[in-house]
């Protein structure tokens, strides 16, 4: 008996180290066949932001003249933190059909897969910030120590994420229209998000409503610490924190008890 509980405790030791093994493995795996026989690589990363860019640009202001300072800055920080949203909501909730042969494998941690996705939507985030401080140093912005919160405010987004991929990807196994679904939601939800306006273009009378996005928050604390270097709306981001530590578990639990029947519906 001694033999055998040494045995169970040398397992739940080696676990974290196998998971972190699994999730560096499986991110490089992800990586790889992203860009496998791509000429241009990672760099397909930056080309889609860029291109919404120059549309927002030419609609907003040249078209449309929209008084937002920095404009260019402004919404390409935006957008690669939407995109980094959005692209991993959306990879998630199919993560789990795009990985029968992963999930019939007999002791395989489910759990692991939307960490996945959003590890390497973050990579991603992370490899477009020197653009994205290319674009600040034209526009003349000025990078403060303030910087030094970036990856806490990541932490913050990076959980969310993750909170909402357990919900999505549990339930497109048993509802295969919630990808489809989500892309709509996703649509109406950028448009709900100051990505290409400003904040203050939002009547007053909207602004309860609209402050429920948690996106509007994410967004605006990511322009507060690099493009203005003031201190971000910490109270919106302990809110989002503490729903993030309610929701998380939650999320985790209803994805581990759907996980019983992963193999019966794919």
Known sequence: MAHVNSAANKILLRRPSYLW?????????DMKLMYKRSALGVTWTLISPLLQLLVFIFVFQVIIKVDVHQYSSYVFTGLLVWNWFQTSLFQATGVIISSRPLIRQPG???AILPVVVVTTGLIHFVLALPIL???YLIDGATITPLVFALPLLQLIQFALTVTFSYFLAALNVT??????????????????SPIFYDLKSIPEKYWYAYSLNPMVHIVTCYRQIL????????????????ITLILLPIGYALFKRQSLRFVEEI
């Open 21 to 29: 093994d699994l999730l560096r493995s499986l991110v490089d795996r």
């Open 108 to 110: 395989f941690p489910s």
């Open 133 to 135: 401080i290319v674009f």
């Open 175 to 192: 509802f295969r229209d919630t990808q489809h679904t989500l892309g709509v939601l996703l649509q109406f939800l950028f448009y709900l």
């Open 227 to 242: 493009m203005w270097g003031v201190q971000p709306d910490w109270f919106a981001l302990a809110i989002i924190t503490a």
